[in-house]
C-alpha cells in the first residue's frame, strides 16, 4: 500500500434528507442523532434496530424495544397538524381490572412511551411534578402521586394510554392517543411483549424472607 492512500477510519451511514451534522452517530453507542420529523425518526429507529440485530445473538430482552415500536405505529399514523398538541401520558392498565389500578409493566410502559414521545419532539408535560422540591434525609425530591400537592389544572390537550391483556406467553398492549376535549382516537398501536421481558422487570423493594437456624 502506497503512503499515499488513506484509510477511512469510520463510515457513517447517512439518513435520506438528512444534513451531515445531522448523521452524526455517538460512538459511545452507535446511535444516530434523533431528528424531528416523522421520516428521519423512523429512518432512525429502523437503523437502530439493524444495528442491535447485526451485533446481537437474541433480541434485545428489554420493554424499551417494544415501546419503540408502538411509539413507530403512534406517530405514524398521527395527524401531522396535531404534533404540537400538548400530551399527557399515563400509566397502563389491566382490561379485565378497575381501570385505577396497575402494575410495575403498566407504570414502565408510560415512562418509557414519554421519553419515545419527547424523543420526536411532541411537547409532553410530566403532571406528576410538584411546584418544589422536598428535602429529606433520605435524598430530594419533586416528583409526588399526591394529587393534593400537584397542579389540579395542566395544559394537557390528549392523553397518551392503554390497556394490557394477560396472555399465554406474555402481554398484549393496546396503546392509543386521545383527546381530552372531544374523546376522540387519535393514533393506535399495538404490541405483543414475551412474559420473559415482563418477568425481567423487578420491583425496587426486596422480598421477605425467613432464614432457617439449625437447632443446638
Known amino acids: 500500500m502506497s503512503s499515499t492512500e488513506s484509510i477511512p477510519t469510520s463510515e457513517v451511514a447517512a439518513q435520506p434528507g438528512m444534513s451531515p451534522e445531522q448523521n452524526a452517530i455517538d460512538p459511545s453507542n452507535g446511535f444516530v442523532t434523533p ?5 428521519s425518526y423512523q429512518a432512525t429507529r429502523l437503523q437502530q434496530r439493524a444495528s442491535q440485530q447485526a451485533h446481537q445473538q437474541v433480541p434485545p430482552q428489554n420493554v424499551n424495544h417494544y415501546v419503540q415500536g408502538m411509539a413507530h405505529d403512534l406517530i405514524a399514523n398521527m395527524d ?15 382490561l379485565d381490572s378497575p381501570l385505577d389500578r396497575t402494575d410495575l409493566l403498566g407504570n414502565q410502559l408510560a415512562e418509557s412511551l414519554m421519553h419515545e414521545v419527547h424523543l420526536f419532539g411532541l411537547p409532553v408535560v410530566d403532571f ?12 430530594d425530591f419533586t416528583y409526588s402521586r399526591d394529587f393534593l400537592e400537584l397542579q389540579q389544572e395542566q395544559p394537557i390537550e390528549y392523553v397518551l394510554g392503554g390497556t394490557m391483556v394477560q396472555h399465554q406467553g406474555g402481554v398484549l398492549v393496546n396503546a392509543r392517543l386521545v383527546s381530552v376535549g372531544s374523546k376522540k382516537v387519535i ?15 423487578q420491583h425496587s423493594a426486596s422480598p421477605q424472607h425467613l432464614l432457617l437456624k439449625a437447632g443446638d
Open 80 to 94: 401531522l397538524s396535531r404534533q404540537q398538541s400538548v400530551i399527557g401520558v399515563t400509566s397502563f392498565v389491566f
Open 35 to 39: 431528528v424531528y420529523s416523522a421520516q
Open 128 to 139: 406528576k411534578t410538584t411546584d418544589y422540591i422536598r428535602v429529606t434525609p433520605e435524598g
Open 187 to 201: 393514533a393506535t398501536a399495538q404490541s405483543f411483549i414475551p412474559a420473559a421481558v415482563r418477568d425481567a422487570l
